[in-house]
Each structure stands twice: as structure tokens, then as C-alpha cells.
């Protein structure tokens, strides 16, 4: 944040920064959804809806589940909620109590941990590199597992590495956790945004089991709108409707009948587009961090972000971070945003900019590293 504020800072005094540390895609909000949120404020539908969210809402993402991935979900199980962070506040405050922790990698999305420590949960964080695609595994998690530990998070696509959870995985994850009377949640904000050709396998597609926690803020590109969504098991339906309401009331009633657009073919053929460009940008970044000396040991399969060790030589991230922007103006992520395990020789690139603001920082990048 405070790298940010410098980087705000600078662009104020005039200089043209290249802003690489964005967590957010550039494009605006496809037309067809901006244009529902309009009519939904000209049609007065500004009023409290089902705490759940509206029946409406929740039944096109089980028919978006059937439709692009086969999947079968009830609309009693879905919960839209103020995006994927209410999802995961409410699944933090369901399933955790007191002096709990969850199992989540080191790196990964640091505002996690902090749900966890808003209800005096831990967050038990497990070191994961490139060996393990940046994943935890059953192996891991028969090394930190406690007695006090009650489940796991994972994320697929993650933040900040990119990296997917294949099918087995997932299989061998829900095993290794159901062996331990635990639970999965499993993160898939990035999901519409995989770059392979299997694509991101939908933990629902595991088990009914699984806590899956989505977002309409990334694919959809609707971060400002605050809006995402839950699939959980039956059994936890009551209790979570119960904090639901006390918590939040409802999500909003505009962002939601947007919403209802992003599912209609003219959105999607727009976000397969974005989608296309993103990976485009992907192709283009990598090969040439790699040629200036950054570590990126595989392709990141998902996201819209490239996780590299810095060049040798480098000085720690964060001072690396900060004589980047103070001298070539462009702003990136040190590691230390997103864990501890070897966060300080790591950088996250976002390539949620253009092909000629990539091109420009690359540029600037060498000229900062010779
Ligand atoms: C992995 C991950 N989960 C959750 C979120 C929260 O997203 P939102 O609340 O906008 O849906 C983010 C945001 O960057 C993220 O990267």
C-alpha cells in the first residue's frame, strides 16, 4: 500500500508511471452488465433482497456451472455475497472458532490470514515453491497438520503465482482432509482466467463437500461492484443464512441485477476476448523477464500475475521495489506482500496492463538492472 501511495505520489508530480502492482483487470466493465446496472437503478431495484441473494441471480450461476463445466448445483447452496472477501468473512466466521487454524500457502492472498485473525483463528502458514506448483499438498498437509488445525484454503488459480490445482489434485487434497475430519475451501475467484487447455477444474466438481468461494470482480470485470459468491454443502445452509443476514443484510441489490448480465452471450464472447488478451500479455511478459534475469520457473497457468524470483545480484524486494519506481517509475509487488518463505528475493508482476505498457517497463527494467 505504502508503495502505491508512492507510486500515486509520483504520477501526481507529473511522472508517467507504469503500474504493474494492480490487482485489478484494466478493462472496464463489459457494456452489456454496466448497462443492466443502469437499468436496474432506472427500474427502482434498490431495495434489500433474499440475504441469500437474488433467487435469480443464484439459479444463472448453477446453470453457468451446468453449462461450463457439467457441474450440478442446487440453488439452495449458493450464496452471493460482497465478493469473494464476504464469502470468505462468512465461511471464516462459520467454520472457525477460537485459537483454530487453517492450512494455507506461503505465498498466497495475504487478506486471508487476516479473516482468520479477526476471529482469533491462525492462519498456519505452509512454505510451497515451485516443486509443488506453488500448492499444498497431501504430503504437506500430513507434515503441518495439528490438533487444532480444521481444514485448508487453497486457491486455483492462486494469487500472486498463477498456479492451478489439476483434477487429482483436488481428488488428493478432499482425501487428505477428509481422512482428518477437515475441510477444503477452495478460492477460484481466477477461475474463468486459465491459460491451458484443461482449463481449472471446479472443486465442485470433487466433491459437495467443498467450500468454493467465487468472484464476480476478475472474469467479470466487475471488482467495483463488490459482488461474488459461495457454493456450500447443504448441511451449513441455516447457520450461514443466519450470519448472512446479521452480517451483511444482503449484497447490493444493483451490482446483483447487473450481475444477471454477465451470464448473456454478448458478455461472455467479451470476457473470452479479455481472456484471450490476457494470455497474449502472458506470452509476451514471461519470455522477457526471463531474457533480463528473472526466475519464473514455469508458465503461470491462471491469473494475471507473474511471480519471479528477482535477477541475481538484486537487492531485497521491497528495496528492489522501491528504487524501481523511484527511478524508472514502475511499480510492482514485492513478496513480502504475500508471505514469508523466500518473499524477500520474489517480485509479482501484473500484467493487467497493455502490450505497450508491458513493452515500455520491460524496457525500463533493463535499463534499471544494467
Ligand atoms: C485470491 C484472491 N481471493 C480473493 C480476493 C478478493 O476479491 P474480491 O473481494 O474483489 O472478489 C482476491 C483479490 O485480489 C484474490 O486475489
Redesign the pocket.
Known amino acids: 500500500m505504502s508503495l502505491l501511495a508512492r507510486a500515486n505520489e509520483l504520477a501526481d508530480d507529473g511522472h508517467r508511471v507504469i503500474h504493474l502492482e494492480v490487482?485489478e483487470p484494466d478493462f472496464e466493465t463489459p457494456e452489456p452488465i454496466a448497462a443492466a446496472g443502469i437499468q436496474a437503478i432506472n427500474d427502482g431495484a434498490t431495495k434489500y433482497t433474499d440475504a441469500q441473494g437474488d433467487p435469480e441471480l443464484r439459479q444463472s450461476i448453477c446453470d453457468f456451472y451446468r453449462k461450463t463445466a457439467g457441474i450440478e448445483v442446487d440453488a439452495s447452496r449458493i450464496f452471493v455475497t460482497?465478493?469473494?472477501?464476504?464469502g470468505?468473512l462468512l465461511l471464516t466466521a462459520l467454520l472457525l472458532n477460537p485459537d483454530d487454524n487453517l492450512l494455507m500457502t506461503d505465498p498466497g492472498?495475504p487478506?486471508?490470514r487476516h479473516f482468520l485473525s479477526s476471529f482469533n483463528a491462525e492462519a498456519l502458514l505452509v512454505a510451497v515453491s515451485a516443486e509443488n506448483n506453488y500448492q499444498l499438498t497431501p504430503s504437506l498437509i500430513e507434515q503441518y497438520w495439528t490438533n487444532t488445525t480444521r481444514g485448508i484454503l487453497v486457491?486455483s488459480p492462486?494469487?500472486p503465482t498463477g498456479a492451478v490445482l489439476s483434477q487429482a489434485d483436488l481428488v488428493a487434497l478432499q482425501d487428505s482432509v477428509t481422512t482428518r475430519e477437515g475441510f477444503v475451501i477452495a478460492?477460484e475467484?481466477?477461475q474463468g482466467l486459465v491459460y491451458q487447455d484443461q482449463g481449472a477444474p471446479s472443486a465442485l466438481s470433487v466433491s459437495d463437500d467443498m467450500l468454493v468461494?467465487n468472484?464476480?470482480?476478475?472474469f467479470f470485470g466487475m471488482?467495483g461492484w463488490?459482488l461474488?459468491w459461495i457454493v456450500v454443502p447443504d448441511s451449513v445452509v441455516l447457520e450461514l443464512t443466519k450470519l448472512a443476514q446479521n452480517l451483511f443484510i444482503c449484497p447490493s441489490s444493483i451490482a446483483q441485477r447487473a450481475a444477471l448480465a454477465a451470464f448473456s452471450d454478448d458478455a461472455v464472447s467479451i470476457m473470452q476476448s479479455r481472456r484471450d488478451a490476457f494470455q497474449k500479455r502472458r506470452d509476451f511478459l514471461v519470455p522477457r523477464l526471463r531474457s533480463l534475469g528473472f526466475d519464473v520457473s514455469e508458465m503461470p497457468a491462471g491469473a494475471f500475475y507473474v511471480y519471479a524470483r528477482l535477477p541475481d545480484g538484486s537487492a531485497s524486494a521491497e528495496h528492489f521495489c522501491q528504487r524501481l519506481l523511484e527511478e524508472k517509475y514502475v511499480a510492482i509487488t514485492p513478496g513480502t506482500d504475500f508471505g514469508f518463505h523466500e518473499a524477500d528475493q520474489h517480485v509479482r508482476i501484473s500484467y493487467a496492463r497493455g502490450i505497450n505498457a508491458l513493452e515500455e517497463a520491460i524496457e525500463r527494467m533493463r535499463s534499471f538492472l544494467s
Not at 215 to 218: D, G, L
Open positions: 490487482g460482497a465478493g469473494a472477501s464476504g470468505l492472498y487478506c486471508n486457491a492462486a494469487n478460492d475467484i481466477y468461494v468472484s464476480f470482480s476478475k471488482t463488490r461474488g
